[in-house]
């Protein structure tokens, strides 16, 4: 196809914001709102994290990564989900407009974050979805809760949704290099066979992720001695 042909990236996202928002202000409050949200919680599992390392000398967050949704994601997934390209329908349909994920260090660190989080008694859990203990068809693991967190402003109170993804650092590597390797393939074109290597991978690194804790715990429930003893047989 001819390339002037098609449309400019910058005329297509002017076109898909304008099917979202009437002016440049209604997105500047949409925007404010998700990031505060984003914010205020991922404060909150600073929070927790900090507290971890100061009573127990150890951190169940390796890393958290977080994000507002971009324009041309929202609508791409109002039309993937077959629901109105409005703004309401937006805040309506979509519960991962504020995303935040949280890598932990091993598999209990994701659901003992998760238990300190439904401790706060202002947090709304709208939707879990475990795809740790039921992966998905290719081996995707995480534990995913949808949630509605308080933001107070000047004039009120708004309960906005945000999605944390929580998951353990080798969840992360399995989960980052499939959707780059996914990306770089056009839908429906994935190689065969490709879909049933990667479940094959997944299978194999949550083995491995089951015995890295295992050791973890071997070692923490030990005298200083006997960590060093065990490592030193460990390491050969
Ligand atoms: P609803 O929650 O049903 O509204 O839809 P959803 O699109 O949010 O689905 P879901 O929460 O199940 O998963 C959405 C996100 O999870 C995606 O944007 C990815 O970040 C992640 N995810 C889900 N499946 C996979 C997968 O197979 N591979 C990778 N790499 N990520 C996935
Ligand atoms: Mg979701």
């Known amino acids: 196809m001819n390339k002037n042909f098609e449309p400019h990236e910058a005329q297509l996202d002017q076109a898909e914001f304008n099917l979202l928002y009437r002016n440049y202000h209604e997105f500047e409050i949409l925007d404010h709102l998700y990031n505060a949200a984003m914010d205020e919680l991922c404060m909150r599992l600073n929070v927790l994290n900090e507290e971890f390392a100061v009573m127990y000398e150890r951190s169940p967050i390796h890393h958290i990564e977080s994000r507002v949704k971009s324009t041309r994601s929202i609508v791409a997934k109002l039309r993937r989900k077959g629901v109105p390209v409005t703004l309401q329908s937006a805040r309506q349909n979509i519960n991962d407009l504020a995303g935040i994920r949280v890598v ?3 598999i209990d660190d994701v659901y003992a974050v998760e238990e300190m989080l439904m401790r706060q008694k202002d947090i709304e859990l709208v939707k879990r979805q475990d795809y740790i203990a039921q992966p998905n068809y290719n081996g995707y693991r995480s534990l995913h809760l949808d949630m509605r967190v308080p933001i107070h402003l000047s004039d009120r109170t708004e309960h906005v949704m945000v999605e944390i ?7 992360d590597f ?9 990306y770089k393939m056009e839908e429906g074109a994935l190689p065969i066979g490709l879909d049933e290597e990667m479940l094959s991978c997944a299978n194999e690194i949550a083995a491995i992720d089951i015995r890295m804790q295992e050791m973890y715990k071997r070692i923490t429930g030990m005298k200083p001695k006997e960590k060093t003893d065990e490592l030193i047989r460990e390491i050969g």
């Open 104 to 106: 932990c260090c091993y």
């Open 174 to 182: 399995w989960a980052s290099l499939e959707h780059d390797l996914r």
């Open 165 to 171: 993804q929580l998951r353990s650092v080798a969840m």
